[in-house]
């Protein structure tokens, strides 16, 4: 149903599977190495950290992968089908002659996209009898996905904060106790990884690469532990797909197509889900493009180089193929703490690397900028991190105004920023800084890439 403010979809026209990109890649992916050994890394050397089925998804050639029943009931109860908005006040803000969509991926319950996955790898540890889920957390927000999929089905819930973020999100931390997850500060003490860190810097910021590495050693150390990550992994791309298929029909209701579609990228799950299940339609020669928007203080797919190297500081995570900033790499503190990681989904940086997808970055005031100007004219208040993709937006729109084109731009609306108060205020005072990575500063973090 389409009232020219939103396109709604029924109940019954949920996705009943998820769409795998891997089968459609247009080169193979390379495999994922083993941290130790760097030999090529299969299902047995994964799983001490994750559950079967994900194991199983993650390796998965099927183009199409069913949703169990329970698990799309377990959708429907987060709000799905999430509608897709026009942003008319928008366009008519800018005077363009484009049509602007954004998908509602904020009226999660937690308010972002996070717990399209969190909730699917909450049930499978739950059917394969997993008593406890760890995992990191930058901004707080897939800390809150996660325990809110766990209370769900269950599960206890261990949450490692990106320091920083512990000290600046005081509310996203209560929200995850709410639920009833266990959340420490990291780097903490709990860990071998923790400890050493600690003892060389009393005072780290912390980062999510390190995070990462405390929870994989919880996982490590107790089997009836499992890790769960919350972007990067083909699993839970897979599991976001559910977006993207859901916006296609939604464009279909309508009659329309997109011209491009856009999404920020951390680690590249909101972004891809959004558009993997357009990527066949672009291989068989439709004039679509997706463009990836980043920050230009953590410039991954802008200016790193393509190489291997591993998911997480400690190095104990595997060593895949990425555009990354070196594994050691301790991004300056901007507000989107969902967008520091030091690399991006393997699959996304192989449609780079390919020419299917493009990307580009913005400095963090003019996308404040851009999620002001969102709020005020379609009334609400995006997540920083979606304000990457809503700057990108505004200057897509305002070519179509020079050249007078009437282009349909989709993007992913990936959540609210109701808990980032404190970056608009900041914002509001004149007191944002921007941050260009030095070039050095890059050099540097890359001189310690394995050799593989
Ligand atoms: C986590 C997060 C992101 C970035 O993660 P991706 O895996 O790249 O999607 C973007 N937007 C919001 C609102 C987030 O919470």
């Not at 998804?57 to 698990?71: H, T, V």
């Not at 859901?246 to 799950?269: A, H, N, R, T, W």
């Not at 914002?427 to 800084?433: E, I, K, M, S």
Request: proline share 9%.
């Amino acid at each position: 149903m389409y009232d020219g403010v939103k396109v709604v979809l029924n109940l019954d026209e949920l996705p009943t599977q998820w769409y795998n990109v891997l089968a459609d890649l247009p080169a193979p992916l390379p495999p994922p190495l083993h941290p130790v050994t760097k030999e090529p890394c299969g299902p047995p050397d994964l799983m001490p950290l994750f559950p079967v089925a994900l194991l199983q998804q993650e390796m998965s050639p099927e183009r199409y992968i069913p949703i169990p029943e329970e698990l799309q009931e377990a959708y429907r109860r987060l709000g799905r089908p999430s509608p897709l908005y026009r942003a008319k006040r928008l366009e008519e803000y800018l005077d363009t002659p484009a049509k602007i969509y954004y998908k509602r991926e904020d009226l999660s319950p937690t308010g972002s996209h996070k717990p399209n996955t969190a909730i699917a790898q909450a049930y499978f540890a739950m059917k394969e009898g997993v008593e406890q889920i760890t995992t990191e957390t930058g901004a707080g927000q897939w800390g809150s996905a996660l325990s809110l999929a766990c209370a769900l089905f269950d599960i206890k819930c261990r949450v490692y904060m990106v320091g920083v973020s512990y000290d600046q999100k005081p509310y996203r931390r209560v929200l995850m106790q709410t639920y009833g997850s266990e959340v420490f500060r990291s780097p903490s003490n709990n860990t071998e990884v923790g400890r050493s860190v600690l003892k060389e810097n009393p005072d780290h910021p912390g980062s999510l690469g390190l995070a990462i590495s405390e929870a994989v050693e919880d996982a490590l150390n107790d089997d009836k532990i499992k890790y769960s990550l919350g972007s990067v992994l083909n699993h839970v791309l897979l599991h976001q797909t559910i977006v993207g298929q859901e916006v296609k029909k939604q464009f279909e209701e309508i009659g329309e197509y997109p011209d491009m579609m856009l999404g920020c990228v951390g680690g590249g799950s909101n972004f891809a889900g959004f558009f993997y299940p357009f990527v066949p339609d672009k291989l068989k020669g439709k004039d679509i493009r997706f463009i990836a928007v980043e920050p230009k203080a953590v410039p991954t797919l802008t200016r790193a180089p393509y190489a291997y190297d591993y998911g997480d500081t400690g190095k104990l995570a595997p060593i895949v193929k990425m555009y990354t900033l070196g594994h050691e790499f301790v991004p300056p503190p901007i507000h989107s703490g969902g967008l520091r990681y030091h690399g991006d989904a393997p699959s996304l940086c192989l449609l780079q690397k390919e020419g299917i997808l493009e990307s580009v970055a913005y400095h963090q005031i003019e996308t404040f900028e851009a999620g002001v100007i969102f709020a005020k004219t379609e009334g609400i208040v995006p997540a920083p991190e979606t304000n990457h993709a809503i700057v990108a937006v505004i200057k897509e729109a305002q070519k179509c105004k020079k050249t007078g084109e009437e282009k349909v731009i989709a993007f992913n609306y990936s959540g609210h920023g109701h808990f980032d108060l404190k970056g608009y205020e900041e914002y509001l005072a004149g007191n944002l800084v921007d941050y260009e990575m030095p070039q050095e500063q890059i050099d540097k973090s890359l001189e310690i890439l394995p050799k593989v």
